[in-house]
T-cell receptor, first 112, second 111 residues
Framework: ETGVTQTPRHLVMGMTNKKSLKCEQHLGHNAMYWYKQSAKKPLELMFVYSLEERVENNSVPSRFSPECPNSSHLFLHLHTLQPEDSALYLC???????????FGPGTRLTVL | GEDVEQSLFLSVREGDSSVINCTYTDSSSTYLYWYKQEPGAGLQLLTYIFSNMDMKQDQRLTVLLNKKDKHLSLRIADTQTGDSAIYFCAETPHAGNMLTFGGGTRLMVKP
């Protein structure tokens, strides 16, 4: 699991908090992804970055704000979340947008 | 657009074979993948098959591809309790879009 790392692994936050999730890939890939996994939707693509440019934003609420400062790092900034945002947030990377994706272990987020 | 579908749940007894099925709509898929997700973890690539192959075997895993019916299956021989997980199939379209995932099949292995 050292290819794609995510921190923190677990996060509990209140609805008024601001927090950030971090993803780092050590595979030399040029595309990175954020997914949300919950009981309602097993694997929901949120954001995609290719060569540090956002290429997809699947109608995600503005309380989620991604940032990709370089090809190895991806952040998901969280602000005034709702309890229904509680889920496992998975990061993935690939070499090219159509290629095999490698996943991190995820951040288990609980919003109180 | 592309659509990948899987049944939600499968329960088998330890030692039996498991067969997890997946159907897809994009006939120009190039690669098809199986990922495994254990509880509390991310997705790990289990195996894959190129679209010009019918079958691929890797130890206890057998992948069968029926391109005519757009049907992919994963057979796990001698299923163990450690195989309990969610299994996702995914496809790479021939051109354009990214990897498309199915909804996942939760495999439960009973002792």
């Amino acid at each position: 699991e050292t290819g794609v790392t995510q921190t923190p692994r677990h996060l509990v936050m209140g609805m008024t908090n601001k927090k950030s999730l971090k993803c780092e890939q050590h595979l030399g890939h040029n595309a990175m992804y954020w997914y949300k996994q919950s009981a309602k939707k097993p694997l929901e693509l949120m954001f995609v970055y290719s060569l540090e440019e956002r290429v997809e934003n699947n109608s995600v609420p503005s309380r989620f704000s991604p940032e990709c400062p370089n090809s190895s790092h991806l952040f998901l900034h969280l602000h005034t979340l709702q309890p229904e945002d509680s889920a496992l947030y998975l990061c993935a990377s690939s070499q090219g947008l159509r290629a095999l994706q490698f996943f991190g272990p995820g951040t288990r987020l609980t919003v109180l | 657009g592309e659509d990948v579908e899987q049944s939600l749940f499968l329960s088998v007894r330890e030692g039996d074979s498991s067969v997890i099925n997946c159907t897809y709509t994009d006939s120009s898929s190039t690669y098809l993948y199986w990922y495994k997700q254990e509880p509390g973890a991310g997705l790990q690539l289990l195996t894959y098959i190129f679209s010009n192959m019918d079958m691929k075997q890797d130890q206890r895993l057998t992948v069968l591809l029926n391109k005519k019916d757009k049907h992919l299956s994963l057979r796990i021989a001698d299923t163990q309790t450690g195989d309990s997980a969610i299994y996702f199939c995914a496809e790479t379209p021939h051109a354009g879009n990214m990897l498309t995932f199915g909804g996942g099949t939760r495999l439960m292995v009973k002792p």
